[in-house]
């Protein structure tokens, strides 16, 4: 029976591994961060400025965005082959993932970018 | 009553889009917060599961949407450069905010974050998506993955409230107008 098909929690689902979820929050977070590191190097450095400007309508923009995309599904995929099959502390995941996403979140304000 | 191809698609892109995934997302994290607490006994049934399955694909979709459209059709003409010699910049919005103080900030910060941090939305809600997708109603036996999908959520909605809070205000002050005109509706005349 799958895990998925009872209305109750079953043995069977109390024992599925938290790695998947774990590899998508992690690479989330990452990806956030990277996102934001990547548009201060752009704003900061005229050679990556110029490396980012995949499309030159959108400008670096469209170089910062596809770069942390492709850093995230990459990063996703290896954290999901590795972890798939496994539980993992989560408290310790979720921490360092939230912590990215919120420095991720702060990096991108302009003012606070400006400080590096 | 007119309005304009590229005031049309920004409309879409922020009326549409950006909107409906700021009102989706707080349905969702009502539901994610409601119904899959480890202390709910009551069963989840698949109906609920396969509801709550789409309505996050559909915000996921949205979220992209909304990015994509945003970055690779709106941008392009917000920051298209004048020839010299132009002195009507009502066609190119980001030289008009940075020609006055008074409204350059709107760019300056206004513009530098939303470009950015808009794409942090789509990336936590495809997570979300992908990790209630693998554990549907077992998430409730999960509540650390859980927790940090309605993390990821709630910051995703203040990244999508930010984004959307900016693009309202930048075109306030400098609309992105431009290409052929369409009529909606003919008005009275007096």
Known sequence: ?116 | MEITTRGLWTLVHGMGFGALYLLACSGALVELWRRYAPTDLSPITEREEAFLRWYLLAMALLAWIAVLTGTYIIYPWYRAIPQAGTVNLGGYPQRLLLSNPATSGWHSIGMEWKEHVAWLVPISITMAFAVFNHHRRNLRNHPELRAAVLSFMLISFLAAGIAGFFGAMLNKHAPVEGGEKIQLMQGESR
């Open chain 1, 1 to 116: 029976m799958s895990s998925h098909s009872a209305g109750a929690t079953t043995p069977a689902a109390k024992a599925m591994t938290n790695g998947s979820g774990a590899a998508a929050i992690l690479a989330a977070g990452f990806a956030s961060f990277v996102l934001a590191v990547l548009a201060i190097a752009a704003d900061k450095s005229t050679t990556i400025k110029t490396l980012m400007n995949f499309y030159r309508p959108t400008g670096p923009l469209s170089g910062v965005t596809t770069s942390a995309i492709l850093a995230w599904i990459i990063l996703w995929i290896v954290l999901e082959r590795s972890w798939r099959n496994r539980s993992l502390p989560m408290t310790r995941i979720n921490r360092i993932a939230l912590a990215l996403f919120v420095l991720g979140l702060l990096l991108t304000c302009p003012p606070i970018a400006d400080l590096f």
